[in-house]
């Protein structure tokens, strides 16, 4: 799906700002067809934003159920012949759409793009209405999986439930990333696919274009200043670059592949895809980046902010950018969904290493005697939802060269036999969408249990000794971790990337000799860590949980949230900030002899 674009053939108007809210306490707006008239005793409500933090209401916070959004909005009449779409960058996590009262669209998954052609019901001579019902339940057929539980008994207030998510991040819902309504011609440019790559003083660039309707395509590829490097014609070819500027760590290099489609010898439409030429392949124990091996620095991150929530903040992904130069990082990884488009346009810009996850966490922790990968769990109805998922994805995120690989799941249960068919089909589609990236999966499973090991090309690890194992022994990292990291390798012969290790930390507190929560403690267990990853040359990378402190639910184990943070929640370095950088640009300079 190509992102709204403006140009001299393309329109686009934003629809972000403030909307009407209502909650659907009774849960009665669909029956009653709210979507057919102006919403009543509605409140304000910014987009793209979680609705949670906005207000002062408990209830709001923690809501169950369905949410109403509402906009009036113009349409220019130049647009009268054109064809029109709406375009949301996510919602959470289902959504329906309508249109002056008319049925739009509709989309389950709440981090991945959706669109309509919405001409049909559009006024040109007065405002426009936009309402959208949002729902936030989860169940065992949504991703991630989560339960209602209902409480129906005479000590519980009446009509008490909640909702049970098997994730440890807060349950933000919303219109979280950017509403946009923009026009084409109804001969068209539907979708570009692109793939690079590298030879002896030459790049290429293999090109194929969809197109709706009719008309010729040309296509031109200029560098940074514009100048045209290689130009083709027709829907599907081959340009020749010499002496490219490749897409690096730290060297974002883009060149715009121009797309033009005419007909009758009139251009009638345009679009303009950034790409960078650029190759990754795994080799033995090996990640090679343009040929060359690669350790990836960096963190599992959130979308997580105060009072935004998940909701998109371009001041607060430019400000966590340039944490990550400060830092000395290269990679993240977009732990546990897809990450919005603006922060992924960031990551090809500057030249970010990204492993890009769908949203399948939870797939553990919850058997109640059963297997996880079973018909009353995750079933067929969840397989689906997963496969689509992946299919979107990858359409969405295919021509970035910031995404280094793709991630099917975190911390599922691969320890049963079931998971094998379940894993084996998601990793097939996503290998036929995309032959061109590494797959991976991120473990907690142990080594020796695992059952889909070799179904991917990498394998994350995520382990947490002298934390949640053997909590405030540090001397047991070392030992424990590297006879790990060993399994994993010896059992599957796969380079393996510590996707996850770190210890909660309260920005403040100090110890010494170190204690757990302590900044010197975060600061020793890290070191344990690193002197294990230094050790092993098929261990290439580290991934510090967590970029930054994140919201979870309330919870005796959490303190107003996950502290495992790098930075605080206001993006305040702690003491292991400090040494990472100190690490990190030491192990940049050595790459560099």
């Known amino acids: 799906m190509l992102y709204p674009s403006e140009n001299a053939f393309r329109e686009v108007k934003d629809l972000c700002g403030i909307w009407n809210f209502k909650a659907d306490n009774s849960g009665v707006g669909n029956s009653e067809k709210w979507y057919e008239n102006k919403l009543e005793n509605t409140i304000l409500m910014p987009v793209p934003?979680?609705?949670?933090?906005?207000?002062?209401?408990i209830s709001l916070r923690d809501f169950i159920g369905d949410v109403w959004y509402q906009k009036d909005f113009y349409v220019p009449s130049s647009w009268k012949d054109k064809r029109i779409l709406i375009r949301f960058g996510s919602v959470s996590h289902n959504a329906s759409v309508w249109i002056n009262g008319k049925y739009a669209v509709e989309h389950?998954?709440?981090?991945?793009?959706?669109?309509a052609e919405i001409g049909k019901f559009i006024n040109f001579d007065k405002p426009n209405c936009v309402t959208v019902r949002v729902g936030n339940i989860l169940d065992y057929g949504t991703l991630p999986p989560g339960k209602i539980e209902e409480y129906p008994f005479d000590d519980y207030p009446e009509g008490f439930r909640r909702q049970i998510i098997q994730h440890d991040f807060f349950h933000y819902s919303g219109i979280h990333r950017p509403v946009k309504i923009y026009c084409t011609e109804h001969d068209f440019i539907d979708d570009i696919t692109v793939v690079t790559d590298i030879g002896e003083n030459c790049g290429t660039v293999k090109y194929s274009v969809k197109i709706a309707g009719n008309g010729d395509v040309t296509v031109s590829l200029r560098d940074k200043c514009g100048n045209e490097?290689?130009?083709?014609?027709?829907?599907?070819?081959?340009?020749?670059?010499?002496?490219?500027?490749?897409?690096?760590?730290?060297?974002?290099?883009?060149?715009?592949?121009?797309?033009?489609?005419?007909?009758?010898?009139?251009?009638?439409?345009?679009?303009?895809?950034?790409?960078?030429?650029?190759?990754?392949?795994?080799?033995?124990?090996k990640i090679l980046l343009n040929g060359k091996p690669v350790h990836f620095t960096g963190f599992g991150r959130h979308e997580d902010s105060n009072i935004h929530g998940k909701g998109l903040d371009n001041a607060l992904?430019?400000?966590?950018?340039?944490?990550?130069?400060?830092?000395?990082?290269?990679?993240?990884?977009?732990?546990h969904y897809p990450y919005s488009e603006e922060l992924m346009d960031i990551a090809d810009e500057e030249g970010f290493l990204v492993i890009d996850e769908c949203s399948a966490v939870g797939f553990n922790f919850w058997g109640a005697g059963k297997p996880v990968f079973c018909p009353e769990l995750i079933s067929d109805e969840a397989l689906t939802t997963h496969i689509r998922e992946m299919k979107e994805l990858i359409a969405r995120d295919k021509n970035r060269p910031c995404v280094i690989m793709w991630s099917v799941a975190n911390e599922a249960a691969t320890y049963e036999e079931s998971s094998r068919p379940y894993f084996k089909k998601v990793i097939d589609t996503a290998r036929q969408a995309d032959s061109t990236r590494p797959i991976t999966i991120i473990e907690h499973t142990k080594a020796n249990e695992c059952k889909v090991g070799d179904l991917v090309d990498v394998i994350g690890v995520n382990r947490y000794f002298s934390w949640y194992n053997d909590p405030g022994y540090l001397d047991t990292i070392e030992p424990r971790l590297t006879a790990e990291l060993k399994r994993w390798y010896d059992n599957f012969r796969k380079p393996v990337i510590i996707t996850e290790f770190g210890a909660d930390t309260v920005a403040g507190m100090h110890s010494d000799p170190p204690q757990m929560f302590s900044e010197e403690y975060q600061v020793e267990v890290i070191k344990h860590y690193a002197n294990v990853i230094d050790s092993l040359d098929f261990v290439v990378g580290e991934q510090v949980w967590n970029f930054a402190d994140f919201q979870t639910k309330q919870g005796i184990t959490r303190v107003l949230g996950n502290k495992k943070g790098i930075f605080t929640r206001d993006r305040s370095p702690k003491m292991a900030a400090h040494y990472l950088k100190e690490r990190w640009d030491s192990l940049k300079k050595e790459a560099e002899l």
Do not use: M
């Open 49 to 57: 934003a979680s609705y949670n933090d906005i207000t002062q209401d």
């Open 108 to 115: 389950k998954g709440g981090y991945l793009p959706f669109e």
């Open 229 to 285: 490097v290689a130009s083709g014609n027709g829907e599907n070819g081959v340009l020749k670059v010499e002496n490219p500027h490749l897409w690096n760590v730290g060297d974002g290099y883009l060149y715009t592949l121009e797309v033009k489609l005419s007909n009758n010898g009139r251009t009638v439409d345009l679009y303009e895809q950034k790409i960078g030429i650029r190759t990754i392949k795994v080799e033995g124990c």
């Open 317 to 335: 992904n430019i400000k966590d950018n340039n944490l990550l130069k400060w830092i000395g990082a290269n990679s993240f990884r977009t732990s």
